[in-house]
């Protein structure tokens, strides 16, 4: 079994920083990539950050220039540096694992709220 937790989560202002991180455990042989997704009220999960094995990242659009993502192999982490905060950044935070033959496992999720 693969478990997956994300943490670093809360309530902060607009122009805060949070760094959420996420740790898969359990009976891994082979992490391809980790992610993080979003999904706030009414809309569908959505990826805002995407980091390979070999290094490779992916950004959306909105995420792109504040948000970044990096990752410690040897301790299965990555994790999801978010600066310049705004309003339209709350949402459930989830983290995604893709392990070896393209399996993925998911995280319960941590809430990021923003105000104004």
């Known amino acids: 079994q693969v478990q997956v937790v994300e943490s670093g989560g809360g309530l902060v202002q607009a122009g805060d920083s949070l760094r959420l991180s996420c740790t898969a455990s359990?009976?891994?042989?082979?992490?391809?990539?980790m992610g993080w997704y979003r999904q706030a009220p009414g809309k569908e999960r959505e990826l805002v950050a995407l980091?390979?094995?070999?290094?490779?990242?992916n950004y959306a659009d909105s995420a792109k220039g504040r948000f970044t993502i990096s990752r410690n192999n040897a301790k299965n982490t990555v994790y999801l540096q978010m600066n310049s905060l705004n309003t339209e950044d709350t949402a459930d935070y989830y983290c995604k694992v893709r392990v070896l033959n393209s399996y993925d496992y998911w995280g319960q999720g941590t809430q990021v709220t923003v105000s104004s």
């Open positions: 980091i390979s094995s070999g290094g490779s990242t």
């Open positions: 359990g009976t891994i042989f082979s992490i391809n990539a």
